[in-house]
């Protein structure tokens, strides 16, 4: 039977996804690396969590130069990961708990050993072959611009003919050209390849970058305009014709029933967010602000407030998300001092001193942290978690250089650790060779302070932040109702607002308790002080 909730188009307005990482989640072979039928193993675990929906990271063929983000082949399973029946399990297996899934799609660049680029590099210059990627020619043995790659180094590479071709990336990672036909309907091919094995949407790696203006001669990258600035005139970012990209996605979208969702991730001005997530293209669009934010009472009402209208403005709904696979954990995040500099706390620093430098205060992170997502999950919108989250899991900072696999760390010759602390494998058990994420070891190495995060050492405790995140995810789909919200003001520092229904939330961001209004606290994120609430504390009340 087809519960109401699988037909319902609207579904992934207010929905909690739980992103994986899969080669991080659960190992079912002993390798060391995570695959589908770790994730089949553990679809219990998610259906106790309570979530809507499964956000897949890569899970195509790979090197691994970028996690899987250089894909070989966009319409199969990494052999190392498992099957297309595996992955047709999967689908099944999450179903069946009512769960949805959203695959991740990376249109901007192939792998440098996807078929297509393999048959460029065979070919001659100025070929057909050529023309799907961006080759051109400079000046001897300097490249065509001085633009720099997002990893570090130049974002050009050269052929052995001499010829260079565009990474904005790492130098596996070539862009695709997205002028050419045969690019564009490539990729409609592939999101009905998936929408007919199951998925239910997809996230849109760097869906800002598709469409660029490659007119000669090239600026050169002090004469690019900010991306704050540069409303849809930067020859590589944002540019308004990605949009004739996403409305023929969303056409093809729409053959499904219920359509299949989409959301993008846009590193762009807030107001030029909305246009990704239109009704005619892509849906939805994540909102990284509060990601990007400190634990701050100001920061969090204007970040909030913004993206609410927003959403509001284009019909769509906000999306909220503290950490996922490519920022340090906030759990840390929150337990270190603020940044002398001014800036959010991305505690990049702090991983450059292998997590020793400044001393991290577990419990003020960990205290806030679980503030944090009860305040998100009250929020209108849907809130996408990062697996490990739910556990208070920390960052992994002492990493040895040796066991590290980002390429922005070899890139950037070690001026940046990289984002291997945060896709370290998940602690499953107390003890055991890899703390039950396989009968093997790890391809990350765990520390030995793990076991005391694992789901073993936390499924009994009622006062544990799994147990937190079970209730909070329970509670919140009884209470969800419209997609709005009513702030409540009056006391200074405190986050207070009420969803249709009398749900309201509270978080005190100050240190001194305060006065709990009238109702029935039905959940916090730590201990009440009799009828008062505790600093970095959140409680919801009907």
């Known amino acids: 039977m087809t519960s109401p909730q699988t037909t319902d188009p609207d579904w992934w307005r207010q929905a909690v996804v739980y992103q994986i990482y899969p080669r991080s989640f659960a190992d079912s072979d002993g390798d060391g690396v995570g695959d589908l039928q770790g994730i089949i193993s553990r679809v219990p675990y998610l259906a106790d969590l309570g979530i809507d929906a499964v956000w897949l990271s890569p899970f195509y063929p790979s090197a691994l130069a970028d996690g899987g983000y250089d894909v070989d082949d966009y319409r199969n399973v990494d052999p190392r990961l498992g099957t297309l029946d595996d992955f047709g399990r999967l689908v099944e297996a999450l179903h069946a708990a009512n769960i949805k899934l959203i695959v991740d799609i990376v249109p901007n660049h192939t792998s440098d050993r996807h078929v297509w680029f393999q048959e460029a590099l065979a070919a001659e210059p100025g070929s057909p072959a050529r023309e799907r990627y961006i080759f051109r020619d400079g000046d001897g043995d300097q490249p065509p611009s001085d633009w720099d790659s997002i990893f570090g180094g130049s974002a050009w590479a050269q052929t052995p003919d001499g010829q260079w071709y565009l990474h904005l990336f790492a130098a596996e990672q070539p862009d695709l050209n997205w002028a050419h036909p045969e690019v564009r309907e490539d990729f409609l091919t592939t999101l009905r390849f998936w929408s007919d094995r199951g998925v239910d949407g997809f996230r849109v790696d760097v869906a800002h970058a598709l469409v660029k203006d ?242 073993e050492a936390q499924d009994g405790d009622p006062e544990s932040t799994l147990s937190l995140y079970r209730k909070a995810l329970a509670v919140r789909r009884g209470l969800q109702t419209a997609n709005s919200l009513t702030w409540n003001d009056g006391v200074e520092g405190v986050l207070h607002f009420t969803r249709p229904g009398g749900w309201q939330s509270i978080t005190n961001f100050g240190q001194a308790p305060i006065e709990l209004p009238d109702g029935a606290v039905v959940l916090s994120s730590g201990p009440l002080e009799g009828a008062k609430l505790p600093g970095d504390t959140t409680a919801w009340l009907i």
């Open 214 to 455: 490659l007119a000669e001669p090239f600026k050169s990258k002090t004469e690019l305009p900010r991306m704050s600035e540069s409303n849809g005139i930067h020859p590589l970012f944002d540019r308004d014709d990605v949009h004739e990209i996403y409305r023929e996605w969303r056409t093809v979208l729409n053959e499904y029933d219920p359509p299949r969702s989409a959301v993008a991730e846009a590193f762009v001005p807030a107001a030029r967010r909305a246009r990704y997530a239109s009704a005619d293209g892509l849906g939805q669009a994540f909102n990284f602000d509060l990601l990007q934010a400190d634990w701050d009472y100001d920061k969090f009402r204007q970040v909030i407030e913004e993206n609410l209208a927003l959403a509001d403005q284009n019909g769509s709904s906000s999306t909220w998300v503290f950490s996922n696979h490519d920022v340090v954990r906030h759990a840390t995040r929150y337990g270190l001092p603020k940044d002398p500099t001014g800036r959010w706390q991305d505690g990049k620093a702090w991983l450059l001193s292998n997590g020793t430098e400044p001393t991290v205060d577990v419990e003020l992170g960990l205290r806030r942290a679980r503030a944090a997502v009860l305040l998100m999950l009250a929020l209108p919108g849907s809130a996408y978690l990062y697996q490990g989250e739910e556990l208070g899991l920390q960052e992994v900072g002492e990493l040895p250089a040796a066991n590290l696999q980002d390429p922005a760390y070899f890139r950037s010759k070690g001026a940046e650790k990289g984002r291997d602390g945060c896709r370290v494998p998940l602690p499953w058990t107390i003890g055991g060779l890899s703390f039950g994420f396989g009968t093997g070891g790890a391809h990350l190495l765990q520390p030995k302070w793990f076991g005391a995060y694992s789901v």
